[in-house]
């Protein structure tokens, strides 16, 4: 069966980093891109990172994270990083990785196999 499970959340101060990983099993993890969503309470999932296929490993980043959030994949390990660097307290939520065949997409109904989410809370 196909699993994605995100580790490395937790409690950190603005300004602080937090590394997250999305490890992988039961499907060709190199065919396939990874993206990253997350969602804060009362508001809609929305895309924050992917990262296609080994092929090309094209990597996106939503407008607010760009330069603060870097994305990568590690095939021999079937595992996906999302390291986040100056973390804002605006960042507070769940953190999702998702799997679709070959190419990056922007929304999350594009994506075929969920996880089931990490805790991201930056406060002082």
């Known amino acids: 069966q196909v699993q994605l499970v995100e580790s490395g959340g937790g409690l950190v101060q603005p300004g602080g980093s937090l590394r997250l990983s999305c490890a992988t099993s039961?499907?060709?993890?190199?065919?396939?891109?990874i993206g990253w969503f997350r969602q804060a309470p009362g508001k809609e999932r929305e895309g924050v990172s992917c990262?296609?296929?080994?092929?090309?490993?094209?990597?996106r980043y939503a407008d607010y994270v760009q330069g603060r959030f870097t994305i990568s994949r590690d095939d021999a390990k079937n595992t996906v990083y999302l390291q986040m660097n100056s973390l804002r307290p605006e960042d507070t939520a769940v953190y999702y990785c998702a799997a679709r065949s070959a190419v990056c997409a922007r929304n999350a109904y594009e994506f075929d196999y969920w996880g089931q989410g990490t805790q991201v809370t930056v406060s002082s």
């Open positions: 039961g499907f060709i993890f190199n065919y396939y891109a």
């Open positions: 990262i296609s296929s080994s092929r090309d490993a094209v990597t």
